[in-house]
C-alpha cells in the first residue's frame, strides 16, 4: 500500500526522480516519459467524466463513468509498471493482462452495433464529452509511441506486450465511445472532406 505523508520533498529540485525499482534518474528520461504521458491520459479521461455528469439528460452518463473510472484505475497500474522494466517490478504487483484488452474490445463491439460504419474520417470535435474523448485518444496513441520508443531502443522485453496492447485497444476504445456517445446524443458528425472536394 502507498503511504504518501507530504509531496513536497524536494528530491526532485535537481531535475532527478525516481523510478518503481529506486534507481535515480533524469527527469527527461524515456520512463518518466511514458508514465507522465499516461498520467495526461488518465488526467484526460477525468475530463471526459466531468463533462458526461454534467450532460444530466444523458442516460448512459453513470455506467460510462463506472467504466471510465476502472480505466483510470488501470491506466495507474500500467503507469507504475512503466516506471521499471519488467524483471525488476515487486513480485507482488498485479499486472495488467490480456483479459483487459479483451474487455475493451467487447465493450467496443457493443458500441459498434449501434453505429454506422464511417465513409470517411471524422473531425475530433463534438460536444464537451466528445471532444475531450477526442483529446483522450490522442494522448493515448502519444503514450503508445513513447511506449514503443523504449522497445526498440532497450529491447522487446523492456516493457510487456499488454501495456502496448492495452494503450491500442483503449484509442480504439475512446474513439467508439465518441461516436456511441454522439449518436445517443443526437449528435451529427463531422467527417472529413479532402481538399479536392472541398
Same mark, same amino acid.
Given at each position: 500500500?502507498?503511504?504518501?505523508?507530504?509531496?513536497?520533498?524536494?528530491?526532485?529540485?535537481?531535475?532527478?526522480?525516481?523510478? &518503481?525499482?529506486g534507481k535515480r534518474v533524469?527527469?527527461?528520461?524515456?520512463?518518466?516519459?511514458?508514465?507522465?504521458?499516461?498520467?495526461?491520459?488518465?488526467?484526460?479521461?477525468?475530463?471526459?467524466?466531468?463533462? &458526461? #455528469?454534467?450532460?444530466?439528460?444523458?442516460?448512459?452518463?453513470?455506467?460510462?463513468?463506472?467504466?471510465?473510472?476502472?480505466?483510470?484505475?488501470?491506466?495507474?497500474?500500467?503507469?507504475?509498471?512503466?516506471?521499471?522494466t519488467p524483471g525488476l &517490478?515487486?513480485?507482488?504487483?498485479?499486472?495488467?493482462?490480456?483479459?483487459?484488452?479483451?474487455?475493451?474490445?467487447?465493450?467496443?463491439?457493443?458500441?459498434?452495433?449501434?453505429?454506422?460504419?464511417?465513409?470517411?474520417?471524422?473531425?475530433?470535435?463534438?460536444?464537451?464529452?466528445?471532444?475531450?474523448?477526442?483529446?483522450?485518444?490522442?494522448?493515448?496513441?502519444?503514450?503508445?509511441?513513447?511506449?514503443?520508443?523504449?522497445?526498440?531502443?532497450?529491447?522487446?522485453?523492456?516493457?510487456?506486450?499488454?501495456?502496448?496492447?492495452?494503450?491500442?485497444?483503449?484509442?480504439?476504445? #475512446?474513439?467508439?465511445?465518441?461516436?456511441?456517445?454522439?449518436?445517443?446524443?443526437?449528435?451529427?458528425?463531422? &467527417?472529413?472532406?479532402?481538399?479536392?472536394?472541398?
Amino acid at each position: 500500500m502507498v503511504r504518501i505523508t507530504k509531496v513536497h520533498t524536494g528530491a526532485g529540485d535537481t531535475g532527478k526522480t525516481s523510478l &518503481l525499482d529506486g534507481k535515480r534518474v533524469g527527469k527527461e528520461n524515456m520512463r518518466v516519459g511514458v508514465y507522465g504521458t499516461i498520467d495526461e491520459v488518465n488526467s484526460q479521461i477525468g475530463v471526459v467524466r466531468m463533462e &458526461l #455528469l454534467r450532460m444530466n439528460d444523458f442516460q448512459f452518463s453513470t455506467e460510462l463513468d463506472q467504466k471510465l473510472s476502472l480505466i483510470q484505475q488501470e491506466l495507474f497500474d500500467i503507469g507504475g509498471e512503466c516506471s521499471c522494466t519488467p524483471g525488476l &517490478l515487486p513480485p507482488q504487483m498485479a499486472l495488467i493482462g490480456i483479459e483487459q484488452c479483451n474487455r475493451l474490445v467487447e465493450e467496443m463491439d457493443k458500441w459498434l452495433v449501434d453505429l454506422e460504419p464511417l465513409t470517411s474520417f471524422i473531425m475530433p470535435t463534438g460536444s464537451a464529452p466528445v471532444a475531450t474523448m477526442h483529446v483522450a485518444r490522442t494522448i493515448t496513441r502519444r503514450a503508445e509511441r513513447k511506449v514503443c520508443e523504449i522497445i526498440a531502443i532497450e529491447g522487446e522485453n523492456a516493457i510487456r506486450t499488454e501495456i502496448i496492447c492495452y494503450l491500442n485497444r483503449l484509442s480504439d476504445w #475512446l474513439f467508439v465511445l465518441g461516436r456511441w456517445v454522439s449518436l445517443k446524443n443526437n449528435e451529427v458528425e463531422v &467527417l472529413w472532406t479532402p481538399l479536392g472536394k472541398r
